[in-house]
């Protein structure tokens, strides 16, 4: 059986699509793309690993106070990589290892880091 031009040429771009993907470094540092979304706050870092429903805001706990590049995470409190200052920072209810954001029109559950 005789294969035409435009498999053996299909063959060729696959190859070389698989051989530039394994070139590829990704070590999860700067410039991989990839950060979580984190708070500071009462001496304790929050990351967003939380579905927001279900969760009931309680009163308002603080704001952000300094915005980091995303790529940084923050270690005094009031900063993030990902809100905006002004931010406000509410209380979860029932949730003391949680804290509830909202930024356009989205919420977000922060967990707190053990």
């Avoid at 771009?13 to 979580?36: K, P, R």
């Avoid at 300094?66 to 949730?95: D, W």
């Amino acid at each position: 059986m005789k294969r035409s031009c435009p498999f053996y040429f299909m063959c060729i771009i696959v190859f070389l699509a698989f051989l530039t993907a394994c070139g590829q470094e990704s070590t999860g540092g700067s410039g991989s793309g990839v950060y979580s979304i984190s708070v500071y706050f009462n001496d304790q870092e929050y990351t967003a690993a939380t579905n927001d429903e279900g969760y009931e805001k309680g009163g308002m706990v603080g704001t952000i106070v300094r915005a980091l590049p995303k790529e940084k995470l923050p270690t005094e409190n009031g900063e993030s990589n990902f809100f905006e200052v002004g931010t406000k920072i509410y209380s979860v209810i029932g949730e003391e290892d949680k804290i509830y954001l909202e930024q356009d029109g989205r919420v977000y559950i922060l967990t707190a880091n053990e």
